[in-house]
Nanobody, 124 residues
Framework: QVQLGESGGGLVQTGASLTLSCVAS????????MAWFRQAPGKEREFVAA????????NYADSVKDRFTISRDNAKTTVYLKMNSLKPEDTAVYYC?????????????????WGQGTQVTVSS
């Protein structure tokens, strides 16, 4: 099994930056692609960003492209989400996800491991 633990969420003002971290533990050798999803109150969970095992390929939702950056440090089994120019519409619980497959996907069904989530609130 793989356990994922997110941190770094909080309450910030519009335009601020935050960096989320997600540490993987357990059978981490089975972890390949990793991703961030988010779920706002009353809305479906949506894809934010994904990264392959090597970090060489990334993919972003249009709504966060050019503002968010996903990266990973395999030595630390950690994936990061650097969020700049935050907007109130970025307010959500952010979830880290991991897959045994080494291709990124925007579909949550592609990920077999999930964290508990970390709240990000952006005030206007």
């Amino acid at each position: 099994q793989v356990q994922l633990g997110e941190s770094g969420g909080g309450l910030v003002q519009t335009g601020a930056s935050l960096t989320l971290s997600c540490v993987a533990s357990g059978r981490t050798f089975s972890v390949n692609a990793m991703a961030w999803f988010r779920q706002a109150p009353g809305k479906e969970r949506e894809f934010v960003a994904a990264i392959t095992r090597s970090g060489g390929v990334t993919n972003y939702a249009d709504s966060v492209k050019d503002r968010f950056t996903i990266s990973r440090d395999n030595a630390k089994t950690t994936v990061y989400l650097k969020m700049n120019s935050l907007k109130p519409e970025d307010t959500a619980v952010y979830y880290c996800a991991a897959s045994r497959n080494n291709y990124y996907s925007a579909y949550d069904s592609a990920y077999g491991f999930w964290g508990q989530g970390t709240q990000v609130t952006v005030s206007s």
